[in-house]
């Protein structure tokens, strides 16, 4: 008895489908955050139905973009940076900007220890920070950190890039 | 003691506090420029207020006083201080004053509930979680 096997090669193509919803490029002030968030919203409603992936976009954009603002070093020649962009259903935030290599390892220590953390770790360390009696501005920074972890949808990736001997440029890429 | 009313901006929140009708409500977005000077005049107008009407908790028996938060966003900095306000909250609940303490929050916004119930957890009232619709 000849049993013959016809094989079907089914080629699957996965086509991601990649969509920029926000690319911005220039300095950032509190003014302009406020014109940037104002635009993403509707984009925001056109490409996700989800309330609380939005929520969390949003969120994350906010603490990203004052980051920025509070704890960047402005340099003209090389501009803040915030891109946007829907890969099918994940969202991915990007964010460049200037800082001095002064402040690298406090960065590098926030990322790191943000990094190590489990979900509920995160949790109960945002929790606690917003619960102690007073917060430094230092530890500001370390909450919007927290905040943005606590959001993402995986683990914070983040470079430092060599521009000179004071300064080098900050990338950060938060997925959702 | 007079009624309390800020307008709401694009990045602070509308905050109506009318002591006639027991009210005091918090709603829309916030991310203050300046979180500190945003808060600070918010806070000491609860306290003033709670000082104000410590000796008359039989006035609130039948009618409570309303606390009402209906936060569409607020940022790391703001939660801080919201933290702040519900603390003075608790002193109302704690010096005997009868009080309601609704937590509004849009259907699907589950972080939004997570981080009343977070903030309240160490407090002795419980606000009522009310899903906006």
Same mark, same amino acid.
């Given at each position: 008895?000849?049993?013959?096997?016809?094989?079907?090669?089914?080629?699957?193509? =996965?086509?991601?489908?990649?969509?920029?919803?926000?690319?911005?490029?220039? /300095?950032? =002030?509190?003014e302009q955050i406020g014109v940037i968030l104002d635009k993403v919203q509707p984009e925001l409603d056109n490409y996700s139905s989800d309330t609380l992936v939005k929520k969390?976009?949003?969120? /994350?954009?906010?603490?990203?973009?004052?980051?920025?603002?509070?704890?960047?070093?402005? %340099?003209?020649?090389?501009?803040?940076?915030?891109?946007?962009?829907?890969?099918?259903?994940?969202?991915?935030?990007?964010?460049? =900007?200037?800082?001095?290599?002064?402040?690298?390892?406090?960065?590098? %220590?926030?990322?790191?220890? /943000? %990094?190590?953390?489990?979900?509920?770790?995160?949790?109960? #360390?945002?929790?606690?920070?917003?619960?102690?009696?007073?917060?430094?501005?230092? #530890?500001?920074?370390?909450?919007?950190?927290?905040?943005?972890?606590?959001?993402?949808?995986?683990?914070? /990736?983040? =470079?430092?890039?060599?521009?000179?001997?004071?300064?080098?440029?900050?990338?950060?890429?938060?997925?959702? | 003691? $007079? *009624?309390?009313?800020?307008? +709401? !901006?694009?990045?602070?929140?509308?905050?109506?506090?009318?002591?006639?009708?027991?009210?005091?409500?918090?709603?829309?977005?916030? +991310?203050?420029?300046?979180?500190?000077?945003?808060?600070?005049?918010?806070?000491?107008?609860?306290?003033?207020? +709670? @000082?104000?009407?410590?000796?008359? !908790?039989?006035?609130?028996?039948?009618?409570?006083?309303?606390?009402?938060?209906?936060?569409?966003?607020? *940022?790391?900095?703001?939660? @801080?201080?919201?933290?702040?306000?519900?603390?003075?909250?608790? @002193?109302?609940? !704690?010096?005997?004053?009868?009080?309601?303490?609704?937590?509004?929050? $849009?259907?699907?916004?589950?972080?939004? @509930?997570?981080?009343? $119930?977070?903030? !309240?957890?160490?407090?002795?009232?419980?606000?009522?979680?009310?899903?906006?619709?």
């Amino acid at each position: 008895m000849l049993f013959c096997k016809i094989h079907r090669y089914i080629f699957i193509i =996965n086509m991601v489908k990649e969509v920029e919803l926000l690319k911005y490029k220039g /300095v950032l =002030n509190f003014e302009q955050i406020g014109v940037i968030l104002d635009k993403v919203q509707p984009e925001l409603d056109n490409y996700s139905s989800d309330t609380l992936v939005k929520k969390r976009i949003y969120s /994350v954009l906010v603490e990203v973009l004052e980051n920025v603002h509070n704890h960047g070093y402005n %340099n003209q020649e090389y501009l803040p940076q915030c891109i946007l962009t829907r890969y099918d259903d994940n969202f991915v935030i990007k964010i460049s =900007n200037v800082v001095l290599n002064a402040n690298i390892e406090k960065f590098k %220590n926030i990322l790191d220890y /943000v %990094n190590s953390l489990s979900e509920d770790e995160i949790n109960k #360390s945002f929790y606690g920070k917003i619960k102690e009696k007073t917060i430094l501005e230092e #530890s500001e920074a370390g909450v919007g950190i927290i905040q943005i972890a606590k959001k993402a949808s995986s683990k914070l /990736v983040y =470079n430092f890039k060599t521009i000179n001997d004071k300064i080098s440029y900050f990338t950060l890429k938060v997925t959702i | 003691m $007079e *009624n309390f009313l800020i307008k +709401r !901006t694009s990045t602070t929140p509308k905050v109506e506090f009318n002591t006639k009708n027991n009210l005091f409500e918090i709603s829309g977005n916030s +991310r203050p420029e300046d979180v500190r000077v945003f808060y600070k005049p918010i806070l000491d107008k609860l306290q003033q207020f +709670r @000082k104000a009407i410590v000796d008359k !908790t039989d006035d609130y028996v039948d009618n409570p006083f309303v606390f009402n938060f209906k936060f569409n966003y607020f *940022n790391s900095s703001s939660a @801080k201080f919201i933290l702040d306000i519900l603390i003075e909250i608790n @002193k109302f609940y !704690t010096d005997g004053i009868n009080i309601q303490v609704n937590w509004f929050f $849009e259907e699907g916004d589950y972080d939004m @509930k997570e981080v009343g $119930e977070e903030l !309240t957890v160490t407090l002795g009232f419980k606000p009522q979680y009310i899903m906006i619709k």
